[in-house]
């Protein structure tokens, strides 16, 4: 039996689908729960989508035998709108969003759901699929449409389903696509009688465009350096040359193959065990700094979520609730500590930006790490609250991006692993700050402990403890950089 997650998985890697049918042991046991908010908010578009069309009827039953029969049933009852029918046989199985009747041509159009926010091409081949399977078993099909999250929409009071949600028709991108199908449906159906395991290189699919579920299976054997993290990374061209030289390593690209300027630094770091330092690069950029130097970073929820939690924010909008600011009022001077984290059930930028604008004054450099990303957080505060906009122009006019003397490759060491973020540099810069020992290590998991905090369902004791972890946390990420320049300054002045 393939059913349409199949399908899409065989679209990604005919090895996923395999593993996925025969090997589910190896699926680690976190996985559901990592993106437990991606099927969270997906199931909230679901619900707002299910409200633009009130007649509906449910035929949705986890017993697929027992949804068969359900959705049949509506069908001979002539029930114009149907809720997730389940419609299988001949070894396919689909079970749409939504089929309405068009009473004028007699036929069914469909409705699909998706989270993001524009229509995607794996969505055609989704709904190709769902066309094939449900015309094979009988059903006479007209229209097909996506209902997807609208960019646009700002929330103001209570969600209208017709305004946070755009429908887009793609009848003909999905007829031009079902002769294809019918082609990979056959070719899914020999993978799956396949006793043995299909071999496949492993390429850009491993993450294009789902992350696939058996990375740690499939990279086991990839090494700690790899040519698949090579800074800028290889195109896949590029990556299928290496392999087919037998390559995998850094250390054995041959000198002149790689192109990029980081990407050659890092080759030769890990080729000869050196490190790479621009010490006049590295001078040149700290001299822009002046004290008081501020060092922060935000924490932000909104980056997975597609209905906006609070008025004047569009999905998937970042809002930072948190931050972390040290402060070096001058050189050698005691280190300050500040931080903010709302608890409230309500938007946090007004108190953010009051509390924020008591501690940074109008002069001294503020540094964050990927500045860009603060930067337009200030802006879209500044917006939504006018009373703050001249202060944020002011900070993002004094920011300093101090991740761009990695990303420059100003300072290039083997163990970044190709990459400039702070997760990777700190450990080998400041090895005795870590994130390993804290509950929360990384932003995602951050953005979701905050929304269950705030939560009025969460336990009070529970609260407590995420509000506690959450402060560690981005303290941390503020030290970090407190260290990292201290690092680079002794290594320009000893
Ligand atoms: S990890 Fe990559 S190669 Fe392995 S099954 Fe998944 S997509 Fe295919």
């Known amino acids: 039996m393939l059913t349409k997650s199949d399908f899409i998985k065989y679209l990604q890697c005919y090895k996923y689908l395999w593993l996925y049918k025969n090997r589910k042991d190896l699926i680690p046991a976190d996985y559901a729960d990592r993106f437990a908010q991606i099927f969270g908010e997906g199931y909230k578009v679901e619900d707002y989508a299910y409200k633009l069309f009130p007649d509906g009827a449910d035929a949705y039953d986890e017993d697929f035998k027992t949804a068969i029969s359900k959705t049949q049933d509506l069908i001979n009852k002539k029930i114009q709108v149907i809720f997730q029918p389940t419609i299988s046989g001949r070894e396919l199985f689909s079970r749409a969003d939504i089929i309405k009747f068009d009473t004028k041509n007699k036929c069914w159009d469909i409705y699909e759901i998706k989270g993001s926010t524009s229509v995607k091409d794996i969505y055609e081949a989704d709904l190709a699929f769902q066309k094939v399977c449900l015309e094979t078993n009988g059903l006479k099909l007209g229209k097909l449409f996506i209902i997807h999250v609208n960019k646009e929409f700002v929330k103001k009071g209570e969600i209208k389903p017709e305004k946070f949600l755009t429908i887009v028709e793609i009848t003909q991108e999905v007829n031009d696509l079902v002769k294809e199908t019918r082609t990979q449906i056959k070719e899914a159906l020999m993978v799956l009688q396949k006793t043995k395991e299909p071999q496949i290189r492993i390429l850009k699919q491993c993450y294009d465009p789902y992350e696939c579920c058996f ?18 990374r290889l195109s896949e061209q590029k990556l299928e040359q290496l392999l087919d030289e037998g390559i995998m390593a850094i250390k054995d690209i041959p000198e002149g193959f790689l192109k990029s300027h980081r990407a050659i630094l890092q080759h030769q770091a890990i080729k000869h065990n050196t490190v790479h330092i621009e010490k006049d690069k590295i001078a040149q950029e700290l001299a822009h700094l002046k004290y008081p130097l501020y060092f922060l970073d935000y924490e932000t929820y909104g980056f997975g979520a597609a209905v906006p939690l609070f008025d004047g924010y569009h999905p998937y909008e970042n809002m930072p609730f948190q931050y972390s600011l040290h402060v070096l009022p001058k050189s050698k001077a005691k280190l300050e500590h500040y931080k903010f984290l709302s608890a409230k059930f309500a938007d ?15 002069k001294g450099s503020v540094l964050a790490w990927n500045a860009g990303f603060e930067m337009g957080c200030n802006d879209q505060m500044g917006q939504r609250y006018p009373k703050y906009k001249k202060f944020f122009a002011s900070v993002n006019l004094r920011m300093f991006d101090l991740m761009q ?28 700050l870590s994130y390993e020992k804290l509950n929360i290590h990384e932003g995602g998991t951050a953005s979701e402990s905050w929304r269950k905090m705030i939560d009025p369902a969460t336990d009070k004791t529970e609260s407590k403890r995420i509000y506690n972890d959450l402060l560690k946390y981005c303290e941390l990420d503020t030290l970090a950089m407190v260290e990292i320049l201290k690092v680079l300054e002794k290594v320009i002045f000893g």
Do not use: M
């Open 215 to 232: 990375t740690n299976y499939c990279w086991k054997d990839v090494p700690t350096n790899s040519i698949y993290n090579l800074a800028g």
């Open 348 to 362: 946090p930028a007004p108190d953010l930006a009051e509390s924020l604008r008591k501690i940074i004054k109008s």
């Open 405 to 432: 003397i990695f990303r420059q490759g100003y300072y290039v060491h083997k163990d970044f692993a190709g990459s400039a973020s702070l997760k990777k540099v700190l450990p080998v810069l400041a090895p005795k």
